[in-house]
């Protein structure tokens, strides 16, 4: 017996996306939108997919797909010592998608658009012929010239990252192996909180304009901490860090007191979406105290220096570490 009929490419899009539309967006009626930065600044584009099995598992909440699809995004926008003005979505569905299944996803791609600040301008909406995959091209602007760009580290500056790190990848590691020992040691609201992290990223938005203001070089962590910080790097340039001053969470301190190899995937697991960036020593305790005023807590883990080479870790038992494999790659 065939199941109920599905509403047409229009009727999802009226129904579930286009109450998410923004000024220019026409209702989603048209094929293109409109967009005019404000006066003396330049727009910033950044465009990220997720895949189901690859970026995140096929049964997690559509809610939480949503969030995770758009969030990774404006991480890399809040990166650049922008601020979010919309974005663009395309949405290729699986076979087997229902209609709760979209209704659920919109409802946290709402959400998560409404908290940032960041409407819906457009997209497309189309059947994958395999898993689910989200692509959001998002929209940014800073004041002319701003922009914080990635390779922009001078020999001196101080390193610098957000919030804690590694509390996504052992949310990963903890949802595929939910019996390792290293675990039971962790009681369910930190069990929890790192299963969270993996879901949700924190995208850093409020610390964009100190950001902009101090860094001279940034970068979102998004395929782990030690690979992310030897991209930023580049040529003629490496740096020494603390390991000891890389920021943790409770759950990620005590799940590395109890197996400390751990601590190699908390450097080099991915999905913080925290931001990574260099500072000048005369800026950092301004750059601390603005982000801080912004809520956002920042740790100085290390200082760039010259030199090739993947960065180095001093770690807690006194050896020095170099990951030569320290990021995600999809290839």
Known sequence: MAGPARA???????????????????????????????????????????????????????????????????SDIAA????????LLTLALPDDWTEDWLAGFAAGLGAAAAEAGCPLLGGDTVRSGGPALIS???????????IVRRHAARVGDRICV??????????????????????????????AALADRYLHPRPRLAAARAVRRHASAAMDVSDGLAGDLAKMLGAGRTARVATSEVPLSEAARRACAAEPALIEAVLTGGDDYEILCTVAPERLE???TEAAAAGIAVAAIGTVTPGDGPPRFDMPDGAERVFKAGAFSHF
């Open 286 to 288: 301004a750059f601390r």
């Open 8 to 74: 047409s490419e229009e009727g999802l899009i009226a129904r579930y996306f286009a109450p998410l539309a923004g000024p220019g967006a026409d209702g989603l009626r048209d094929d293109a939108a409109t967009l005019t930065p404000a006066p003396g600044h330049d727009l910033v584009l950044t465009a990220d997919a997720v895949v189901a099995g690859i970026h995140f598992f096929a049964e997690d909440p559509p809610a939480s797909i949503a969030r995770k699809a758009l969030g990774v995004n404006l």
């Open 162 to 191: 957000t919030g804690t790190i590694g509390d996504a990848a052992l949310g990963l590691r903890l949802r595929l192996e939910a019996a390792a020992p290293w675990a039971a040691g962790l009681d369910p609201a930190l069990k």
């Open 80 to 87: 650049k010592g922008a601020v979010p003005r919309g974005f």
């Open 136 to 146: 959001v091209t998002l929209i940014g602007e800073v004041p002319t010239g701003a």
